[in-house]
């Protein structure tokens, strides 16, 4: 069953949700109710979170059509990948597919008059990070992973803390992975099992350091958005 708000994971004084990186952690996000958020029309599937409003956050944001955020700095940093639909801020419009890494200390306004859904993270950069990344992957070729048949890449981006890449991986095919200083991956398509569990469009997996990665590609193979690496450096909450 899959992962749901309640007791036995999230603690509403402090909300800590998925908040211990040395272990394994899943959630099934189609299957999850939505939270609100404070602005109208903006709700939330929480995959991982530590603080209250202000935190360490993972999670799928549903924009409404014609709803909007109000304008904000990015004191820790905003990354995200349109799932669908057209997310929209004074820089421009990001159509489904399009991959964002907003840096601390960038600002914007977010709407979407059509309507959007994205997968985002909050407060994860390094402090002094100022690139910022503006990505269509529609537009961006995959590439044959070296020494992994079957597995196809396409890079997003990659520095000193942390590798983030699209991933395709061939139907039915075997998955081994070690020694990646933290796994975290979001079904964009098809699925794959791990840990005799499926892991089907929505569904999201975080492995510990500690922890290599051992799957299998479903039937129709898988689209997956990955993340390693990150987890090499304490996951802490926004300082107030």
């Known amino acids: ?102 840096p601390p200390t960038s600002s914007h306004t977010p709407a979407s008059a059509p309507g959007c859904t994205i997968l985002v993270k909050l407060w994860q950069f390094d402090p002094s990070d100022r690139t910022h990344v503006v990505i269509d992957t529609n537009k961006m070729p995959f590439l044959d992973a070296p020494a992994r048949p079957g597995v196809e890449i396409m890079p997003l981006f990659k520095d000193a803390r942390e590798d983030v890449r699209l991933e395709r991986w061939a139907p039915g095919i075997g998955i081994q992975l070690d020694g990646h200083d933290g796994f975290e991956a979001f079904v964009l398509d098809g699925s794959f099992e791990e840990g005799g569990e499926m892991f089907e469009k929505e569904s999201w997996l975080r492995l510990p350091q500690s922890t290599p990665l051992s799957a299998k590609a479903g039937p129709s193979g898988a689209k997956i958005w990955i993340k390693t690496a990150h987890l090499a450096r304490p996951q802490l909450a926004p300082s107030l």
Do not use: C
């Not at 996000?29 to 360490?56: C, F, N, T, Y």
């Open 1 to 102: 069953m899959p992962a749901r708000l309640s007791p036995s994971n999230i603690r509403k004084t402090d909300m800590e949700l998925n908040s211990d990186f040395t272990t394994r952690a899943v959630m099934h996000g189609a299957s999850l109710d939505w939270v609100a958020s404070p602005m109208a029309g903006v709700d939330r599937r929480m995959l991982d979170r530590i603080g209250d409003e202000k935190a360490r956050a993972t999670s799928i944001v549903r924009y409404a059509p014609e709803s909007a955020f109000s304008a904000h700095v990015h004191g820790g940093g905003e990354e995200f990948l349109v799932l669908d639909g057209v997310f929209q801020d004074e820089h421009g419009d990001f159509p489904t597919g399009t991959y964002v890494r907003n």
